[in-house]
């Protein structure tokens, strides 16, 4: 069964690596593409996806300036109980990225960053996002992940998290399992 997810990538180059990177997959991968978060939602509300792959800075609408959406991206996938990766690159964002890395962590996702000593602007780990995305859903396929309310620090957040083998659900970041990203990765041969 093809994993049905959408991408948003406002930045031309990077939406080619992207599609160059999905396109080698399309006997593994449905996908539907969007520029910004308008069209994001418009697609979220025609059809329904497995889960998310998304930039975290780009405008709302087109021709608009560059916001945090990703934001609004974690909300909705909180919210309608799928998972969701965001990539991005901080080398070339600088703080901008923050509010959408806070939020992420407080749904028990990090960004998926290349904010790495000597790591170039131009590019982003979409392989590792995309790796992360499919096997985040393989585990809701199977009926492992959990969405809910977590009280931390006196305040109540959307938390994705795994339903361990103990029934627990543990809130931790991914890969959950070791080598776990690495399997995923052969089979979409990254």
């Given at each position: 069964m093809k994993y049905k997810i959408a991408v948003i990538e406002d930045n031309p180059k990077h939406l080619e690596d992207v599609r160059s990177l999905i396109d080698q997959r399309k006997d593994l991968l449905d996908v539907a593409y969007a520029t910004n978060l308008n069209e994001a939602l418009n697609l979220f509300k025609s059809q329904r996806y497995e889960g998310v792959l998304s930039d975290a800075l780009f405008p709302k609408e087109v021709g608009g300036v560059e916001l945090p959406s990703g934001i609004d991206v974690i909300d909705y996938a909180m919210e309608n109980r799928f998972p969701f990766t965001i990539v991005t690159s901080t080398y070339h964002h600088a703080g901008k990225t923050e509010p959408v890395n806070q939020r992420s962590r407080n749904s028990g996702m990090e960004l998926i960053d290349n904010n790495l000593p000597g790591a170039e602007a131009s590019t982003k780990r979409w392989a590792d996002g995309?790796?992360?995305?499919?096997?985040?859903?393989?585990?809701?396929?199977?009926?492992?992940?959990?969405?809910?309310?977590?009280?931390?620090?006196?305040?109540?957040?959307?938390?994705?998290?795994?339903?361990?083998?103990?029934?627990?659900?543990?809130?931790?970041?991914?890969?959950?399992?070791?080598?776990a990203l690495d399997e995923v990765k052969k089979k979409l041969r990254l």
């Amino acid at each position: 069964m093809k994993y049905k997810i959408a991408v948003i990538e406002d930045n031309p180059k990077h939406l080619e690596d992207v599609r160059s990177l999905i396109d080698q997959r399309k006997d593994l991968l449905d996908v539907a593409y969007a520029t910004n978060l308008n069209e994001a939602l418009n697609l979220f509300k025609s059809q329904r996806y497995e889960g998310v792959l998304s930039d975290a800075l780009f405008p709302k609408e087109v021709g608009g300036v560059e916001l945090p959406s990703g934001i609004d991206v974690i909300d909705y996938a909180m919210e309608n109980r799928f998972p969701f990766t965001i990539v991005t690159s901080t080398y070339h964002h600088a703080g901008k990225t923050e509010p959408v890395n806070q939020r992420s962590r407080n749904s028990g996702m990090e960004l998926i960053d290349n904010n790495l000593p000597g790591a170039e602007a131009s590019t982003k780990r979409w392989a590792d996002g995309l790796a992360t995305l499919v096997y985040l859903i393989d585990l809701d396929r199977e009926g492992k992940l959990k969405y809910g309310i977590v009280k931390s620090g006196g305040s109540d957040s959307k938390h994705i998290g795994m339903i361990g083998e103990d029934g627990g659900i543990k809130f931790s970041l991914p890969p959950y399992e070791e080598n776990a990203l690495d399997e995923v990765k052969k089979k979409l041969r990254l």
